[in-house]
């Protein structure tokens, strides 16, 4: 038997008589969406095991729960026995149907079937009751549950915000959730992306977000794609939706996923959140049919140029706050149910959205007050690329690739600055630190925030923010600190550290660029000159403080 | 910062990477201002903001969108198109796009 053959075609394992030994067998890989196999480390392999032990005391969990009722039943007497075996029955219908559907490609509305012949009701009894407390919502009715068990959705990005957005549409019961992302659950995701747990850490995000959203609803039929979006596949993929979320985490992402939705005429939920502030709109609703400027304004519309890259940063970089992100998330699943369920066709609607499509941006500022403000925007641009009569975006521009959405978000930031021999590793500082004849002195350029998180004796905090607005006051700083203290005469060697490596080479050659900053004759090394005293400008240590955890210290704070 | 602005001065918000630019939350400024002098303005206060965020950012003025690039090239190209102005107690937002999510 062929590990593959162990899985059916949605990722399940099919459970085999002899179970323990197989399964240990085939935890050592992982089945990816396009049905290849990747090799795991030996603790994805062990966190792998863990998972199925997992799922599977889940099964008998629900085994026993299902027990305890049929034993009741079966006490009560031959008729509630026949009662609840019909029951029973009817359920696990209603679970093979949603797990053995047809793919989603290829497949239109029409062909949605709401009932199976037995019963002329348009919903089960179990959806009756799961989507009870909102059905009697008159904004969304049974008509409007109808809609949303016809809507498929695409969430591209299964992070902070694509974690709660499917939670709470997958808990509505649209009909199908399309879910991509290429990444894997860390431990770093666990505060904000709440459809992960420790156990799945190592694991793709696609498979983890699957298992959980099944465990909350079981009638959605969930599609996960396992790889990155690109422009090329993007128009593609967004033609099988009706309606598409932009929960991702970089400027040119945010823009093809704009054009996409354009060229494919599918409404736009965008939303993104940093710090403590978040941002939300919702773009091409009504879709545009290109040249028509009453309908829907997309991304390019608001923001006609991306920021420069230097001042992108993601949630790694810049961190932010659990409920701040999941804020944001949790709005777009709101957002989104507006438009699966117009209320303008809901005929008991008590509230209604206006008709005139007034486009807004919402800002959600945490530790401001009003925290939240709605900005009227103007709809299209009478010259917008993507969406105006005068656009130049087309579909072959984005499915051939000729469109180089990097180069026109700034292209690669490379952080390659400094030259091989401004530079050392974290065990060469460690040589130098216990070895070095030269007294140095290193310059840790984190904000502080992070200084105080965690920092190598002896270091000194000038952070890079300051350093970028002014170079010269905070090396000021610097040498009065350093005149300060009795064991650091001028002379003494400089070296530079951050978090990744990036900050600090920005930072030294920021400082190799003063004018007071010139060649030492006797060291062919630069030296920052004060008056007749100078400090000799050191190395950059490649890969910061995350190198120096891995490669000297593993007790250094991993945070 | 709470409550309104002093008299005679609007009110500028600061959202996201302009919030890190400027270290601020909000600044006041005298009022009236015309919306096409908000850049420079600025650009005086915090050296690089313009290039580093002004030139990406949306800014809304009472929670209306407005074009300051429009702006400038109406106030260019027609001596009666008189660019928007800032009044005294008005409200003017810098929004930043932000990517991260």
Not at chain 2, 35 to 49: A, F, R, S, V, W
Not at chain 2, 56 to 79: C, F, G, P
């Amino acid at each position: 038997m062929e590990v593959a053959d162990l899985y059916s075609t949605e990722g399940l394992l099919q459970i085999p008589p002899d179970l323990p030994s197989l399964l240990h067998h085939v935890s050592s890989k992982r089945l990816k969406m396009d049905g290849s196999f990747a090799e795991l480390d030996n603790d994805q392999h062990i966190e792998q095991v863990k998972c199925h032990i997992q799922s599977i005391e889940s099964i008998v969990d629900k085994l026993k729960s299902d027990f305890t009722e049929m034993e009741a039943a079966h006490a009560k007497g031959p008729a509630d026995f026949e009662n609840w075996r019909q029951q029973s029955d009817k359920r696990t219908k209603e679970v093979l149907n949603t797990w053995m559907k047809p793919p989603l490609r290829g497949e239109s509305p029409s062909q949605e079937e709401p009932n199976q012949g037995e019963s002329t009701r348009p919903l089960s009894q179990s959806e009756y009751q799961k989507y009870g407390r909102q059905m009697i919502m008159p904004e969304i009715g049974l008509d409007g549950q109808l809609k949303l068990k016809k809507a498929k959705v695409l969430i591209v990005g299964l992070g902070g915000l694509g974690c709660p957005a499917a939670a709470y549409l997958a808990g509505a019961g649209v009909g199908a959730l399309g879910l991509v992302d290429d990444d894997t659950v860390s431990h770093s995701n666990l505060h904000r992306q709440i459809l992960y747990v420790e156990g799945g850490v190592g694991l793709s995000k696609v498979g983890r977000a699957i298992h959980m959203l099944r465990h909350m609803n079981s009638s959605v039929r969930y599609v996960g794609y396992d790889y990155r979006l690109t422009p090329e596949k993007a128009v593609d993929l967004f033609r099988d939706y009706d309606l598409i979320l932009d929960c991702t985490d970089h400027p040119t992402s945010r823009y093809f996923i704009s054009d996409a939705a354009v060229l494919t005429g599918k409404p736009l939920i965008h939303a993104s959140a940093l710090r403590t502030e978040g941002l939300l709109m919702v773009l091409n609703n009504p879709p545009s049919r290109h040249g028509n400027n009453d309908e829907g304004h997309c991304y390019r519309c608001v923001y006609p140029k991306p920021s420069p890259p230097a001042s992108v940063v993601t949630c790694g970089e810049g961190g932010v706050l659990g409920p701040v992100v999941g804020v944001m998330g949790t709005l777009m699943a709101m957002e989104a149910i507006k438009i699966l369920v117009p209320t303008t066709q809901q005929a008991d609607a008590q509230v209604t959205s206006p008709d005139d499509h007034q486009p807004w941006l919402i800002t959600y500022s945490a530790y401001s007050i009003p925290s939240f403000r709605a900005h009227r925007l103007k709809g299209k641009r009478k010259d917008c690329v993507a969406c105006s009569g005068a656009a130049t975006i087309t579909r072959e521009s984005l499915e051939f690739g000729s469109l180089d959405y990097v180069a026109f978000c700034g292209g690669r930031v490379t952080y390659d600055v400094l030259k091989y021999n401004q530079r050392m590793s974290a065990r060469q500082y460690k040589y130098l630190f216990e070895h070095g004849k030269d007294q140095h002195a290193l310059v840790d350029v984190r904000e502080k925030v992070q200084f105080d998180i965690g920092h190598i004796d002896g270091s000194i905090n000038i952070p890079f923010s300051d350093i970028s607005r002014d170079t010269d006051a905070s090396m000021i700083r610097l040498e009065n600190i350093l005149d300060c203290d009795e064991t650091m005469r001028p002379g003494t060697t400089l070296h530079f550290i951050c978090r990744y490596g990036n900050d600090s080479q920005l930072a030294l050659r920021k400082i190799l660029e003063l004018p007071r900053c010139r060649a030492h004759k006797d060291m062919a090394k630069h030296a920052l000159w004060h008056g007749d005293n100078l400090y000799i400008i050191g190395r950059d240590i490649i890969g910061g403080l995350d190198a120096w955890r891995k490669e000297v210290d593993e007790d250094f704070p991993d945070y | 910062m709470s409550g309104k602005p002093p008299a005679g001065h609007f009110r500028l918000l600061y959202f996201a990477s302009a919030t890190s630019y400027t270290r601020k939350s909000s600044d006041d400024f005298p009022a009236p201002l015309p919306i096409t002098d908000l850049p420079e303005l600025l650009e005086k206060k915090y050296p690089g903001i313009e290039k580093a965020v002004l030139s990406s950012s949306a800014i809304t003025v009472n929670l209306d969108y407005v074009d300051v690039k429009e702006e400038q090239q109406a106030a260019t190209t027609s001596e009666e198109s008189k660019p928007m102005v800032i009044q005294e107690g008005d409200e003017v937002a810098i929004i930043p796009p932000v990517s991260s999510g």
